[in-house]
């Protein structure tokens, strides 16, 4: 297991967000998360990556896993072009040396499709770019993990197209990747496991195939608001 | 008098003025910061003490301040204030400048929205190096409209030294213009006022413009 969430209980003040959450991710693994607003999805991610911390229940990495998270709405480093977004926690960071981190950089760019834009900045581009500029930027520490929380809710909707696509190029990179989304078509699509969470509940789990099938009237309920299927 | 003769009495007053306003700004520019961190202090006495100082050099006029601490030593401790008077003058303005500094730069940190603090975090950045690379730079951009106002109204502001009787540009003005019956004083104190404002329009102008490359 690349990380295992056991037991994880999360509440603030008197509302209890989590409620005895259980996950393991295998390496490469791709997981999707779904349910209704405020069931706890971003918390549970929030949590995994140390942005907020659990009341009780325990978060274990594997030894030295790295893992990157991509945001809803970017939070891409005005001030920074593209490019010094994507190579400036390498070499801050990781003290990789400027050349090395300029070349990974551009890599990654390369496989977002924006290595002609490295020299922009994010508000020059439009949202799907922005968000694209995000992924690389995460990919750039080379993590074993990638946390995507609705990497598209921000986005209109022609360009959902254009980022789905390049999360769902990555993975043949063998980075395991938890996507919260509402983009059931994507999730089915894309997952080895989709989990549908509801009031700080696992309600199901399983594989696209019986999870899209299942006959969890809640999990069809929800399912049911969703005719893009 | 000629007007030769008065333009050289009054500029050893312009370069008194130029001298209150290089001190309040390299002193007060740091010592907002300083004034910034201690009110955020989580040592409460410290937090609130500070709280209280700014509020207070915002609240009251810079004339009053000066003359509080330039006499404020005699009356309360009966110190002879001989040669304290620049020494008061540079305490005042630092001090009141500062506090408005504070206030600046305690808006412009609070503006930056927590995504950015989320982002760093996750990317691994320092503490110290999510400040210093991630905020600060956007702080810069967004206080620097605020300081170059700030800045403008210190070169006008500098005249109050008059109230400690310091010779600068506008107490000699006033002297010269009582003792030569002229109004010529003035209107060399006001072109003086001017085109020193003149010219931090354009410094600051060029500053902001650094900063132009995004928005
Ligand atoms: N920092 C916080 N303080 C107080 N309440 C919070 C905080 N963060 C989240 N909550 C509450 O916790 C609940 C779950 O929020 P969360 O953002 O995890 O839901 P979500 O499943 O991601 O929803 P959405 O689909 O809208 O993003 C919500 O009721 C939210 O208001
Ligand atoms: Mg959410």
Known sequence: MILEMKHIKKSFDDLEV??????????????????????????LLRCATGLETQDSGEIVYEDGAKFGLVFQNFNLFPHMSVLQNVMDAPVQV???????????????????????????YPCQL??????????????????????????????DPELTGEVLKVIKSLADLHIAMVIVTHEMAFAKDISDEVIFMEKGVIVDRGTPDELFASDNPRTQEFLGRYNNI | MTFATMLSTMSEGMLRTIGIFVITLVGSLPLGFVMYFMKKSKIKPISVI???????????????????????????????????????????????????????????????????YEAAQILGY???????????????????????????????????AFTL?????????????????????????????????????????????AFDYYD
């Open chain 1, 18 to 43: 989590l409620k005895d959450i259980n996950i393991g991710i295998k390496p490469g693994e791709i997981i999707s998360i779904i349910g209704p607003s405020g069931s706890g999805k971003s918390t």
């Open chain 1, 94 to 120: 990781m003290k990789k040396d400027k050349e090395t981190a300029k070349a990974e950089a551009m890599k990654w760019l390369d496989k977002m499709g924006l290595a002609d834009r490295a020299d922009a």
């Open chain 1, 126 to 155: 439009s949202g799907g770019m922005q968000q694209r500029v995000a992924i690389a930027r995460a990919l750039a520490k080379d993590p074993d993990i990638l946390f995507f929380d609705e990497p598209t809710s921000a986005l």
């Open chain 2, 50 to 116: 500070t709280k209280v100082f700014i509020e207070i050099m915002r609240g009251t006029p810079l004339m009053l301040q000066l003359l509080v601490w330039y006499f404020g030593p005699y009356y309360l401790f009966g110190w002879g204030i001989g040669n304290w008077r620049f020494g008061a003058i540079c305490v005042g303005f630092v001090l009141n400048y500062a506090a408005y500094f504070a206030e600046i730069y305690r808006g412009g940190i609070e503006s930056i929205p927590r995504g950015q």
């Open chain 2, 126 to 160: 320092t503490k110290n190096q999510t400040f210093i690379r991630i905020i600060l730079p956007q702080v810069v951009k967004i206080i620097l409209p605020s300081i170059t106002n700030e800045v403008i109204t210190l070169v006008k502001d500098t005249s109050l």
């Open chain 2, 165 to 209: 009787a310091y010779q600068e540009v506008f107490s000699l003005a006033q002297q010269l213009s009582a003792s030569q019956t002229s109004f010529m004083p003035f209107v060399i104190a006001g072109v003086f006022y001017f085109v020193a404002n003149y010219l931090v329009s354009i410094g600051m102008t060029k500053v902001e413009s």
